[in-house]
């Protein structure tokens, strides 16, 4: 069950204690849970709200209390969206692979592997179903890294499969999400 944040005016991760036996665990432990709030405005009522189904436009914009920038968002071109806004498809893919690269930066740092450059270049499936439905079926991070020190690249693509099952939204996906980094340096 999802309970509101303790102070309305605090945003992003909130993590709070919590005993008690958890699959992933195995055992008793005492869990971190993160709480996490936005706000999702639809800016599409062109007039007539949504009479019909080309009425409204499906732009709208996702924000927080104190971040930088709002994110302009729509639905995908082949659904009537805003090719110049990210769509949820979209969205969803970038934090798949700024999950994984930001525990590989992790990761590295704590084994002392320098990184220099990070760029990935992901890309995922959806099937859309004759309903309407859709559903995706896999995703492939082709994250690219320079590091500082060539004789560390075998350590440094190990970082990257335990990068991969730390990352909680790789955990949390119903398809496959793979990886193919390419390291050099």
Same mark, same amino acid.
């Given at each position: ?8 005016? @605090?945003?992003?991760?909130? #993590? ?6 958890? !699959?992933?665990?195995? =055992?008793?432990? =005492? %869990?971190? *849970? $993160? ?10 009522? %062109? ?10 436009? =499906? ?11 709002? /994110?302009?968002? @729509?639905?995908?071109?082949?659904? +009537?969206?805003?090719?110049? +806004? ?5 969205? %969803? ?6 999950? $994984?690269?930001?525990? &590989?930066? $992790?990761?590295? #740092?704590?084994?002392? /592997?320098? *990184? ?18 859709? !559903?995706?079926?896999?995703? %492939? ?5 320079? *590091?500082?020190?060539?004789?560390r690249i075998a350590e ?6 335990? #990068? $991969?099952?730390?990352?909680?939204? #790789? ?5 496959? &999400?793979?990886?193919?980094?390419? /390291?050099? @340096?």
């Open positions: 069950m999802y309970r509101r944040p303790a102070s309305p005016s @605090s945003t992003g991760a909130q #993590a709070a204690a919590s005993p008690g036996y958890h !699959e992933s665990c195995g =055992r008793a432990c =005492r %869990l971190k *849970i $993160h709480r996490y709030r936005l706000n999702t405005t639809w800016l599409g009522n %062109l007039g007539s709200g949504t009479s019909a189904y080309s009425a409204y436009s =499906r732009n709208y914009e996702v924000s927080a209390e104190s971040k930088a920038a709002k /994110i302009p968002g @729509s639905s995908d071109p082949a659904f +009537r969206g805003d090719s110049s +806004r990210y769509n949820p498809e979209e969205l %969803l893919l970038g934090a798949l692979s700024s999950c $994984h690269m930001l525990w &590989v930066l $992790h990761l590295c #740092a704590d084994a002392g /592997i320098a *990184i220099t450059e990070y760029s990935d270049e992901a890309t995922a499936e959806m099937v859309e179903h004759p309903d309407g439905s859709g !559903e995706f079926t896999g995703a %492939l991070l082709r994250p690219r890294m320079v *590091i500082a020190d060539a004789t440094a693509l190990a970082l990257h499969d335990r #990068a $991969h099952q730390l990352c909680c939204l #790789a955990r949390s996906m119903a398809f496959p &999400v793979k990886h193919e980094p390419r /390291i050099t @340096s």
